[in-house]
């Protein structure tokens, strides 16, 4: 289950990806530390979950290259066709069978060396469930990795901008909600801030694409005019250019 339905978001989610630089910030981002897992572990069983269609997944293990017979995945996609076409995307990059779920079984055969939740814990509706599911899925030396923007990410502060003519705050989780969840739970964990950029040329079907991803079904037709107007501070030119950042976590289960 999910705050958040992708499902009538793909082309809009689609531009995102195409005129942002935030997968390829977080690639670089992860890598150091997965390339020195690679280096320590014999086989590498890997959690994805939010996988989506497997673009950003198939991006890491393109640079990564962890032998196939080593690379154990397994999938967690709540839209059946992201679900579908991450198994096909990612399967090269494997020797072994994917397991693809809709959710996170309650129980897995065997704990994870990885776990990647990549901007997915913004939707899920009990953040701290997630979370502990997760480490506990984990082995011992195990690690959780994921990235979330807090309040003062850009987007979030455009669609807190929003509140007059939405008359609704931000209804997802933030950054600080996870660092609160993890306090609650005890576990040590590292961040990093990572920087990159939204950039588009300025129309108004571009501007619909990028409010359309952000509010999803909150996005008010009647209001379509002032929401449009939101994106007004970011134009430079004949471009929308939004600078923003997230934090990505690296978070270790209690031994």
Known sequence: MTKKDFSTLHADYAFFEAHTTEAQADMEGYLPFLRQRLETEAALRWLDLGCGSGNFTSLLLTSLQAPPEHLHLSLVEPDASYRQAAQACLQRFTAHTIDAWSAMPMNTSQPYDFALANHVLYYVPDLAAVVEQIVRSLKPTGRFITAMGGR????????????????????????????????????PYY????????????????????????????????????LLLLLEPYKVGDLIVIPNHHEQYQIVPIL
């Not at 990410?153 to 931000?170: H, K, V, Y």
């Open 152 to 187: 003062d990410n850009t987007l979030a502060q455009i669609w807190e901008s929003s509140l007059p003519l939405l008359g609704q705050s931000l209804p997802y989780h933030t950054g600080e909600d996870l660092e609160r969840v993890l306090a609650q739970f005890d576990y």
């Open 191 to 226: 961040k990093q801030r990572i920087d990159y950029v939204v950039r588009f040329p300025d129309s108004e079907q571009n501007r619909l694409h990028l409010l359309r991803f952000l509010f999803a079904d909150h996005f008010d037709e009647r209001q379509r005019r002032q």
